[in-house]
């Protein structure tokens, strides 16, 4: 008689597996007619319209994944406003080219050898971007006149062959 019992619960529960894994991915009927409406893919119009978009987005995702900056803007314990920024990950084959403030008021770009002399020998004006300690520190110094000032941190990557890759972020000075 357990036996029997046995046999009838294994298989009901076969038959509920079967159903339940069956309906997996139905669509489920309309609750109108009762019967399956068809699954349409909708298409994205503006993509559709215009497939450079595309191109152009997964260009910029790509590019995102390739370089990785870390901005601090946590008050230091020194003389004078500025910024940190850590290069964590840049592009295979490239290095760091120039770094550059961009806003309304303001465009001040550094080369690579300029960031370098501007910590050794000061920052022309006050405003400006430096490099120090064997290249392990890289930051931003500006005067108290920028502080609040809106604008973008851009840095240039090129490659051997003067290939550019660019890397941005919008900031609000401290």
Do not use: H
Request: proline fraction near 5%.
């Amino acid at each position: 008689m357990n036996l029997k019992k046995n046999n009838m619960k294994s298989l009901l529960a076969v038959l509920v597996l079967s159903l339940v894994t069956s309906a997996c991915g139905t669509p489920l009927p309309s609750e109108s007619t009762g019967q399956v409406s068809p699954q349409v893919p909708q298409e994205n119009k503006e993509n559709k319209e215009k497939p450079e978009n595309v191109a152009k987005d997964v260009a910029a995702e790509q590019q995102e994944k390739e370089i990785l900056v870390v901005v601090d803007q946590e008050p230091k314990p020194i003389e004078g406003n500025s910024f940190d920024f850590f290069i964590e990950q840049r592009p295979a084959g490239y290095s760091l080219a120039s770094m550059q403030w961009k806003s309304e008021k303001t465009d001040i770009v550094n080369t690579i050898e300029q960031a370098i002399k501007n910590d050794t020998e000061g920052i022309p004006g006050g405003n400006g971007f430096y490099i120090s300690g064997n290249g392990q520190f890289t930051g931003f110094f500006y005067k108290d006149e920028l502080k609040g000032e809106k604008g973008k941190l851009i840095l240039v990557f090129k490659n051997e062959q003067g290939n550019e890759k660019t890397w941005e972020k919008e900031l609000t000075l401290k």
